[in-house]
Structures are given as C-alpha cells and as structure tokens.
C-alpha cells in the first residue's frame, strides 16, 4: 500500500517537475486541498474507500469474486487499496496497463481485450515469464496459436464470448468450442473459463431495461458454456460484468467474477443510472480548476477546458452553474451570482467519463477533507497499445 512517508520514491522522475515538486510540498497542510496546481485530477481517499467496501462486501456476501477493472484508474496505488479490500485480482483493457502495473508492483492481472497478432502475444509471454499472473482473453484460433508459439511458461487463457454487443467475442458456442480444442491442444495455454462483457448494459438508464439487456447477454454466455462444459472444457471462470450492471449480475447469477471500473469514483454519465446499489455510491473523482477570470457579470473562465476532462459523453458538472467548453485549456461556467468565486479561487467539477478523464493526467492528487495527503502515479497513462 503507498504510504505518505514515501511520495517521491514512488513517483520517480515525476517528482522532479517543478509543478509536481509544488504539490509535493502542500501535503499535509491544513487548507492545501484548495491549493493544489490547476488543472489537476482529484480523488477524495475517504469517499473511494467506502466505495471499494460497499463493492467488496456486496460480491462477497453473494458468493461471487471482486476483479476490479484498472482501466478507470491505471494506477498501482489505487489497485493496491482495491486488493486490501478484498479484490481477488485486478482487470486491465490492453498489455500495455498491464506492463506498466506489474512493473509496478502489482501481480495477479486479466487482460479483457483479447489479444491479437504475434507481438502483442510476444508481451504477454515476455511478462508471464518474467513472474506476472498473467491471464488473456482470446477470440479467434489465429490468436491462441500466436500465443502458443512465443509462451514460455503456462499462460490462463479465457475465451471472450459475444454476448450481444459485437465488439469483441467469439459470435457463437460453436465458435467458443472450435478455439477450446485450439487452446487446449497447445502446451503452455491453459483455458480456464470464459468472459462475456456488455459495456452498452451499463449506462441504460432503467433498471428494468437494463436488467433485460443482461439478462439476453446472459443466455448466450450460457449457451457457450453449456456447450463447452458438454465437451469437457473447462469453464470454472465466469467473468464479466460493470459498475451499471452489478446488482443485475448478482441477481442473473451467470458470472461468478465481476468487473466493475467506474464504481471506484463514478463520474456524470452514471447520475443518471438509477439503482439501490448505485446510489449507495459516491462520486470520489473531481477536476480541481481555477477561476482566472471574473470580469464578465454572467460567467467566468476557468482553467479546465478540453485537455482537462474526457468530452465523449456530457459536460463536466458543478453546482456553480451550467458548464461550457471554451477552448483547448478553458472552460466558461454560467453565472452571476453575487458570491459566486472570485478571480484565483480553486473549484473542483465532476468529469463526464471518469476513464479516459484520469488518462489525461500523470498523477492523481488524493485528498481527506480539505487536506492533500499523497499523490498516486497514473502508472498506466496511455498504454492503450
């Protein structure tokens, strides 16, 4: 687990920055939560950790194991806090997060993007030889025998399943049984389940939609695995499964692993995602801003513009007023109240989507109360190859 003792050790060249030698020095200090360098990511450490408990004693009391997707984050520390909470490992979307979290530190990693073509395998063996638990999802014979032919020590394999969304996956059972045969007739892969993820189920905004978009994935997630259980595969991995789908996961009962991301710090896309286990969630991610000009009687401008936040989903959000994108570095919000803030005051918005807002930062500033108590490294800042 990080600790405060040691920011700089961990942030390694980054510490030399002169802006992050800045933040290095407010910690700790009463009020310096308002003073951190704008614009900045900002994760509220208390907030986080309820969320990471409420998601951890949910799975475990349905019987269902906690894999924690990195994509949100992408970072060592935070994944760290995810596993003392009783995580079971940890997800990552491409190779590239996955070097970049086993260098440092982390060990038991899923890869959820079936790999494709003979040097994205050659990474996976590289890592799993050099002693990550490394494991992959496959869709297509091609892939599994690339693999086979540069692994050097025993590599888990889980064949990706579509499950509606025809993005990724094998797009039948009989398709899922073709690649088991290739898989297990390989030396070094060792089939170990299968994974079926709809990302489009997990911002419907009605439960009862949103359930009955599982619900379809899910049969024919099953339909694979019946069909590779009849055959004598192996399927004991079920994986799968969002921060919008939880609750309708554990209900359907297919999966006996869950992925959620978002759920760590939610953003402004799932505000409107209603269900008793997202509203048990808090938002504990924030972009903190500064107000650099106050001249105009109905807005002001801050420093958070288009390299600030994520802008493939709504705008950023903040009580202040509505939110306008304003350029490349600022952004104007609505208002003209008469103790709105003044030229220099920090303000802090909620991102639109918390993923790819975190990747456009090389540190997370994390915060108790008003306090900046530890910066945390985004170890995984677009490795996106």
């Known amino acids: ?11 390694g060249a980054l510490a030399d920055r002169p ?3 800045q933040a290095l020095e407010l910690i700790g200090r009463p009020g310096s939560r308002q003073a951190i ?16 408990i409420r998601a951890a004693t949910i799975c475990r009391a349905a019987g269902v194991a906690l894999r924690p997707h990195a994509k949100t984050h992408k970072s060592a520390d935070l994944a760290r806090h995810q596993l003392t909470a009783g995580a079971v490992g940890i997800c990552v979307a491409k190779v590239g997060e996955a070097e970049a979290l086993y260098a440092a530190g982390i060990q038991d990693l899923l890869i959820t993007s079936p790999i494709v073509g003979a040097q994205v395998a050659a990474r996976v063996a590289d890592l799993a030889a050099a002693g990550a638990s490394v494991a992959v999802t496959l869709d297509h014979p091609d892939n599994a025998t690339a693999l086979a032919a540069t692994a050097r020590t025993d590599i888990d394999v889980l064949i990706d399943v579509d ?25 070094r892969l060792r089939l170990r389940g299968v994974q079926g993820y709809g990302g489009l189920w997990q911002h419907i905004p009605d439960a009862t939609e949103r359930h009955a978009a599982v619900a379809a994935g899910m049969e024919q997630l099953s ?40 759920y760590t710090v939610l953003d402004v896309q799932y505000r409107v995602v209603r269900s008793d ?17 106050a001249a105009q009687p109905t807005s002001l401008t801050i420093d958070a513009g288009l390299k600030a936040f994520a802008t ?28 709105r ?7 802090e918005l909620l991102p639109p989507h918390c993923d790819p807002t975190v990747d456009r930062y090389d540190v997370i500033h994390v915060v108790e109360d008003d306090i900046l108590v530890d910066l945390w490294p985004v170890h995984a800042r677009g490795r996106s190859q």
Not at 278 to 286: G, I, V
Not at 321 to 337: F, K, R, S, V
């Open 1 to 11: 687990m990080s600790t405060v003792a040691d920011p700089r050790a961990r942030l």
């Open 19 to 21: 802006v992050i030698r």
């Open 37 to 52: 360098p704008t614009p900045a990511a900002v994760i509220d450490r208390a907030a986080m950790n309820r969320n990471l």
């Open 163 to 187: 499950v509606g969304m025809h993005r990724t996956g094998v797009p039948t059972p009989a398709a899922a049984l073709e690649l088991a045969a290739v898989i297990e007739a390989a030396p």
């Open 223 to 262: 339909a694979a695995i019946e069909l590779l259980d009849r055959h004598g595969h192996d399927t004991t991995i079920r994986t799968g499964g969002g921060t919008g789908t939880l609750d309708a996961d554990l209900a359907i009962g297919v999966l006996n692993e869950l992925q959620p991301g978002s």
């Open 277 to 293: 286990w997202l509203d048990s969630l808090e938002h504990a991610l924030f972009v903190s801003a500064t107000v650099i000009n």
């Open 312 to 339: 493939d989903a709504d705008r950023p959000s903040t009580d202040l007023g509505e939110y306008l994108w304003y350029g490349d570095e600022q952004g104007l919000i609505l208002t003209g109240a008469p103790d």
């Open 341 to 347: 803030p003044r030229l220099g005051t920090h303000i």
